[in-house]
């Protein structure tokens, strides 16, 4: 009997994009799904998108809660999953329609028995599917590990939660943790390594990656949740691992650091520089600079609007 595959969607305020991603776990050349839709206290019109959804196929489950962040809308959507496999998936993403097909495949092969999870390439996009970039990291199999993930991430690499494909067993003790807003998977991703967990990797771009401008991680300073992980790292490693993690954070801060004043002298020292500079100077003298800005500032958020659409 062909096992089932539980599809967890938060959804939170996009419903603009989550006809998008019902429809690629429609598409599924796997047929034995169930798909958990987790509505986290939107305000838009996500109920009435998912329950239409969910009235035409029965695979769909639509679950409403108060809002508690992506996180308390994932480990929801795990206590509520019945599936032998987890696919988590955000609202504003897709999956190749082959995702649960290929995965399920790798992890049936015999030479690949006693797997659990299986890891697959992506690929980015804006508005058209269709119209695909590389993505923003490498993917390779030789970073599925503890030490690549605890060290390099955010560095070398980071995965998409969608990248994944997890044996529901692996969520019976672990959960995203609730307090914070993004770098949340990180956190999972090193608890399910640091247990001995391996992963099986597919290089085909089965997950595909909306660059959304209005996303958490776009629109947010993530410094307090990366706090928040070293906080939740110093509880749950070695001390020598915690050192180790400390030594690289702040190297890796120093380096930023010291490369953004560098950046800053450059521009300072150009000619485009010293031109606005001068300009900034005349239009100040004639008591026309804040209209002037103003109107600039207004220009410049009609091209970021247009090159959006």
């Known amino acids: 009997m062909k096992p089932l595959i539980s599809i967890i969607i938060p959804c939170y305020n996009q419903a603009q994009y989550l006809e998008g991603a019902l429809q690629s776990v429609l598409n599924q050349t796997y047929s034995n799904w169930e798909c958990i839709i987790v509505n986290d206290g939107s305000p838009d019109n996500t109920e009435e998108i998912a329950k239409a959804w969910v009235s035409k196929d029965m695979r769909f489950r639509y679950f409403y809660k108060e809002n508690g962040g992506v996180s308390s809308a994932r480990n929801f959507g795990i206590e509520k999953a019945e599936g032998t496999y987890i696919q988590f998936l955000d609202s504003d993403d897709l999956l190749d329609k082959r995702k649960l097909e290929l995965?399920?495949?790798?992890?049936?092969l015999t030479e690949n028995r006693g797997a659990k999870i299986v890891i697959s390439n992506f690929r980015m996009f804006k508005q058209n599917p269709n119209r695909t970039t590389i993505p923003y990291c490498n993917l390779k199999a030789e970073l599925f590990n503890f030490e690549s993930l605890l060290y390099q991430w955010n560095e070398s690499f980071s995965i998409?939660?969608?990248?994944?494909?997890?044996?529901?067993?692996?969520?019976?003790?672990?959960?995203?943790?609730?307090?914070?807003?993004?770098?949340?998977?990180?956190?999972?991703?090193?608890?399910?390594?640091?247990k001995g967990c391996k992963a099986l990797f597919i290089d085909k771009p089965l997950a595909l990656y909306r660059i959304n401008t209005t996303s958490r991680t776009m629109?947010?300073?993530?410094?307090?949740?990366?706090?928040?992980?070293?906080?939740?790292?110093?509880?749950?490693?070695?001390?020598?691992?915690?050192?180790?993690?400390?030594?690289?954070?702040?190297?890796?801060y120093y380096k930023s650091t010291t490369y953004f004043k560098?950046?800053?002298?450059?521009?300072?020292?150009?000619?485009?520089?010293?031109?606005?500079?001068?300009?900034?100077?005349?239009?100040?003298?004639?008591?026309?600079?804040?209209?002037?800005?103003?109107?600039?500032?207004?220009?410049?958020?009609?091209n970021i609007v247009s090159k959006n659409l």
């Open 103 to 108: 995965s399920l495949h790798q992890l049936n």
């Open 160 to 194: 998409p939660i969608h990248c994944g494909f997890f044996h529901h067993s692996l969520f019976e003790e672990i959960r995203f943790p609730e307090n914070m807003t993004a770098q949340e998977d990180w956190i999972v991703w090193v608890s399910l390594f640091q």
């Open 219 to 252: 629109t947010e300073d993530l410094h307090s949740d990366q706090l928040k992980a070293y906080e939740y790292f110093k509880k749950n490693l070695s001390e020598a691992e915690f050192y180790k993690l400390s030594v690289v954070l702040i190297s890796r």
């Open 262 to 302: 560098t950046k800053l002298n450059e521009i300072k020292l150009s000619n485009t520089y010293r031109v606005g500079y001068l300009i900034k100077k005349v239009l100040r003298k004639l008591r026309i600079l804040k209209p002037c800005k103003y109107l600039f500032e207004k220009i410049l958020k009609l």
